[in-house]
């Protein structure tokens, strides 16, 4: 019989059955139980769509279009370090790197505030 790991309790019992084992599924389920087997249960993976998405433009020039995302780093005594970073797109130009333990919805608006002061609001159309 294959690797009763990777099964199932009803499909251990119908390869036990083909094997010419006389036993009901009550028994065969206890037994599976008393081994600890258990199937490991496959979440699946998120799938993103892709789609072409109307309300994103290209960037044509400096200063349009800007992206904001976390940088994770783990350090050697386990802690992790949170990184927001905001690029601009098109000259691919960090414009703020703030690295903290813990990182809250404050502090991003903060950190997005410095920079909009500091290089300028993008507009509506932008």
Same mark, same amino acid.
């Given at each position: 019989m294959r690797d009763a790991?990777?099964?199932?309790? %009803? @499909?251990?019992?119908?390869l036990l059955r083909r094997?010419?084992?006389?036993l009901n599924i009550r028994w065969t389920r206890r037994i599976y139980n008393e081994l600890g087997l258990q199937l490991r249960n496959k979440h699946p993976r998120c799938q993103v769509k892709t789609k072409l998405r109307e309300d %994103? @433009?290209?960037a044509v020039g400096p200063n349009q279009v800007r992206?904001?995302?976390?940088?994770?780093?783990?350090?050697?005594p386990g802690k992790k370090l949170r990184i927001l970073t905001v690029v601009d797109t098109r000259l691919r130009y960090c414009l703020a790197a703030d690295p903290r333990f813990a990182c809250r919805?404050?502090?991003?608006a903060q950190t997005l505030e410095r920079v909009c002061r500091r290089v300028g609001y993008l507009g509506p159309g932008a």
């Open positions: 790991g990777r099964l199932g309790c %009803r @499909r251990v019992h119908v094997e010419g084992w006389q %994103r @433009r290209e992206a904001v995302d976390f940088v994770l780093a783990l350090l050697a919805g404050e502090d991003v």
